[in-house]
């Protein structure tokens, strides 16, 4: 199988839902539409895309492959891994484009092709596509909004929009940045990062994707039959 | 003749339970072996560890270009793992233009879950033998769900490949299909495996005669 039949594969057998893609693409239309009213104001639409890619990119790989599903895949196991996560990334990369564009044609501030919302993009994807590796499908978003909803409802989490808004005019600790994008990924775009947040989200974002091609790479996955 | 895939040494252990237990295979071109065993007596494990689907826990597989790494698919290679390995929500036309890039498209535009299961295990086998420039071909179970004439198509086949210098490994119940096709069998009970020829067994090899074998094996006393 040629390299980019490997990818048509992959997205053949773990496909994102289309439960998730529908209303990606309303995020999208939402997005332009937003820009179309009311230039750099589409800031709402690329937090409910990083909502709906905590859940897009968690497609689950251990019980696919105990099934034999990607027996045909004749690459090695790494490539394998970083093809499966390439086709759960590829449907959030498109919608925060498409709303990019609508962004450059408004003629406003251009927010989803910014560091931040990319920083974001990256870190939701590779933590809950890792997070899903062994957990299963949808695994990856359920645990981290699950997470972040029960730390803002036990009060014992910081003060998002505190930060958010200190962020806004640069008076934010490095600190207090990165602790919210990693306990409220859904905040990062809104959060103006700097260099040394973006670098660590980043940090943090390539050991996750590692870490969950190390464990495909490692791990045994026999059929479920045999293994009784 | 020349050993297309060999293995030694193969041990497997899931947990506690030994499935797998220093076992030597040597897959030859232009011989079908027959792999008989009793239900969860390792026969899949060894498929998928002389796939490279799975590690083995010690022991080395190797082709004519030398040791082949654990868990690295190899190539000029075609296994089949059962109908149970292709995605129940794919479409069969998708599945077919994909697998097997257009040597043997299916019109059915059905999902794999919404066909027979005769057609399911049919369209397996043929994404399996389509596969351009293989030499060695493995199958678990390739009779499973199959008519009388899907059955003879399937023999035919594998003796045709057979023939071509294909080193073809067969694993499955059905002694009598085994009997039709393979030169020689493997016996694979608690780990541990005895390869035999068909004049080993006696003058004429068929279904009977392998479950006289099977069963002499079961309960050696």
């Given at each position: 199988?040629?390299?980019?039949?490997?990818?048509?594969?992959?997205?053949?057998?773990?496909?994102?839902?289309?439960?998730?893609?529908?209303?990606?693409?309303?995020?999208?239309?939402?997005?332009?539409?937003?820009?179309?009213?009311?230039?750099?104001?589409?800031?709402?639409?690329?937090?409910?895309?990083?909502?709906?890619?905590?859940?897009?990119?968690?497609t689950g790989f251990v019980s696919h492959a105990r099934r034999g599903f990607y027996d045909p895949v004749l690459e090695r196991v790494p490539r394998r891994a970083i093809a499966h996560f390439f086709c759960a990334l590829w449907p959030?990369?498109?919608?925060?484009?498409?709303?990019?564009?609508?962004?450059?044609?408004?003629?406003?501030?251009?927010?989803?092709?910014?560091?931040?919302?990319?920083?974001?993009?990256?870190?939701?994807?590779?933590?809950?596509?890792?997070?899903?590796?062994?957990?299963?499908?949808?695994?990856g978003g359920a645990v981290w909004l699950l997470a972040s909803l029960a730390l803002l409802l036990s009060g014992r989490g910081l003060n998002v929009l505190g930060v958010i808004k200190a962020a806004e005019l640069g008076q934010a600790s490095l600190r207090d940045v990165v602790e919210t994008g990693l306990l409220y990924p859904v905040t990062i775009p809104s959060l103006n990062l700097s260099t040394?947040?973006?670098?660590?989200?980043?940090?943090?974002?390539?050991?996750?994707?590692?870490?969950?091609?190390?464990?495909?790479?490692?791990?045994?996955?026999?059929?479920?039959e045999e293994q009784g | 003749m020349t050993a297309r895939l060999e293995?030694?040494?193969?041990?497997?252990?899931?947990?506690?339970?030994r499935v797998l237990q220093d076992v030597n295979l040597t897959l030859e071109g232009g011989v079908a072996l027959g792999l008989i065993g009793p239900n969860g007596?390792?026969?899949?494990?060894?498929?998928?560890?002389?796939?490279?689907?799975?590690?083995?826990?010690?022991?080395?597989?190797?082709?004519?270009?030398?040791?082949?790494?654990?868990?690295?698919?190899?190539?000029?290679?075609?296994?089949f793992g059962g109908a149970h390995t292709i995605p129940p929500h794919v479409r069969a036309r998708s599945w077919g233009i994909l697998v097997s890039l257009g040597a043997w498209i299916?019109?059915?535009?059905?999902?794999?879950?919404?066909?027979?299961?005769?057609?399911?295990?049919?369209?397996?086998?043929?994404?399996?033998?389509?596969r351009p420039n293989v030499d060695t071909l493995l199958f678990d179970e390739p009779w499973e769900g199959l008519d009388p004439d899907g059955a003879r198509w399937l023999n035919a086949t594998l003796l045709e490949r057979v023939a071509a210098g294909a080193a073809v490994l067969v694993s499955s119940h059905r002694l009598h299909d085994l009997a039709a096709v393979c030169d020689r069998y493997a016996f694979l009970r608690d780990g541990s495996l005895r390869v035999c020829s068909r004049e080993e067994i006696g003058p004429v090899v068929g279904g009977d005669e392998l479950m006289r074998e099977f069963?002499?094996?079961k309960d050696p006393a």
């Open positions: 199988m040629r390299r980019w039949n490997v990818l048509r594969f992959i997205n053949m057998v773990t496909p994102v839902r289309t439960v998730l893609l529908l209303p990606m693409g309303a995020t999208l239309v939402f997005g332009a539409w937003l820009e179309a009213k009311n230039p750099g104001s589409s800031d709402s639409a690329v937090a409910f895309l990083m909502l709906l890619q905590l859940f897009a990119v968690s959030g990369c498109i919608v925060l484009v498409g709303i990019g564009i609508a962004e450059l044609i408004a003629g406003g501030r251009t927010h989803a092709l910014g560091a931040s919302a990319w920083t974001a993009l990256a870190l939701i994807s590779s933590v809950a596509w890792a997070v899903s590796v062994r957990a299963g499908a949808l695994s040394p947040a973006e670098a660590i989200l980043l940090g943090v974002s390539a050991t996750a994707l590692t870490a969950g091609v190390e464990y495909i790479a490692r791990a045994d996955f026999p059929i479920r | 293995g030694r040494g193969l041990s497997k252990s899931y947990g506690r339970r007596a390792g026969k899949t494990t060894l498929l998928r560890v002389l796939s490279g689907f799975l590690r083995s826990d010690a022991g080395k597989v190797s082709d004519v270009s030398g040791i082949l790494e654990s868990a690295m698919p190899r190539r000029r290679f075609a296994q299916p019109g059915e535009k059905r999902r794999v879950r919404d066909l027979s299961r005769g057609t399911r295990q049919m369209l397996g086998l043929r994404s399996t033998l389509a069963d002499k094996r």
